[in-house]
């Protein structure tokens, strides 16, 4: 079973406050991605990568950066928190491109305040 | 506008019976789609992919696909009160670099009531 981890599963912040959220996976897997969860919306990418220390835009980027150390390490960076940005946020890696399934985190929901 | 949309938002089914979802695409270059189930406090975990017009079956779940309609359904047989959840429909979108996004619906909650 592939195995995404994420840190912290909750966190509570301060408007224009730094908030870092990071996750780890063991799969071996080539591409990671950030999406967030919101009511009514679904899931929405943030940002993604296919290879360490490369990232790519998604589909709302504004107000995220991304970090991808290492092939098992991904991280959102939210540099100046905002009330909008409070939402799930969820992390995922798959194989190779392509076609594959997407194995998600458990999520950390962030409430900015 | 919402590129995936799912219908209805929630379900209530009795235990044993079928559950129907719906998905719909405005976008004809979809053309793989992916059903995924979220339980509470859970991430999303991938049920079934579909790219093929007509059924595909998993066990209690089946998937069906309409390319020239872009309509796609999910129908889970036999439900369980396991099966209460949030259903999404997603489908699949190339990117750079080989990437590929989901685009996901707001999807359907589903309830067994035993």
């Known amino acids: 079973e592939a195995a995404v981890t994420q840190s912290p599963r909750s966190k509570v912040a301060v408007t224009g406050g730094k908030v870092t959220l990071s996750c780890h996976q063991t799969n071996n897997h080539d591409y990671m991605y950030w999406y967030r969860q919101d009511t009514g919306h679904g899931l929405r990418l943030i940002h993604y990568?296919?290879?360490?220390?490369?990232?790519e835009k998604g589909d709302i980027p504004d107000g995220y950066k991304a970090s991808r150390p290492s092939q098992e390490n991904f991280s959102l960076i939210l540099e100046l928190a905002s009330l909008s940005q409070t939402a799930v946020y969820f992390c995922?890696?798959?194989?190779?491109?392509?076609?594959?399934?997407?194995?998600f985190g458990p999520g950390t929901r962030l409430t900015v305040l | 506008q919402q590129k995936v949309q799912q219908s209805p938002e929630s379900l209530s089914v009795p235990e044993g019976g079928m559950a129907s979802l719906n998905c719909t695409s405005s976008?004809?270059?979809?053309?793989y789609f992916w059903w995924y189930r979220q339980h509470s406090g859970e991430g999303p975990k991938a049920l079934m992919s579909i790219f093929s017009d007509g059924d595909k079956k998993e066990g209690r779940f089946t998937a069906h696909l309409n390319k020239a309609s872009l309509h796609v359904s999910l129908h889970i047989r036999d439900s369980q009160p396991s099966d209460s959840a949030l259903y999404f429909c997603?489908?699949?979108?190339?990117?750079?670099?080989?990437?590929?996004?989901?685009?996901f619906g707001t999807g359907t909650t589903v309830s067994v009531s035993p």
């Open positions: 997603a489908a699949s979108e190339p990117r750079r670099q080989g990437g590929r996004a989901l685009i």
């Open positions: 990568s296919y290879v360490a220390d490369s990232t």
């Open positions: 976008d004809r270059n979809f053309q």
């Open positions: 995922a890696s798959s194989d190779t491109g392509g076609y594959y399934e997407q194995y």
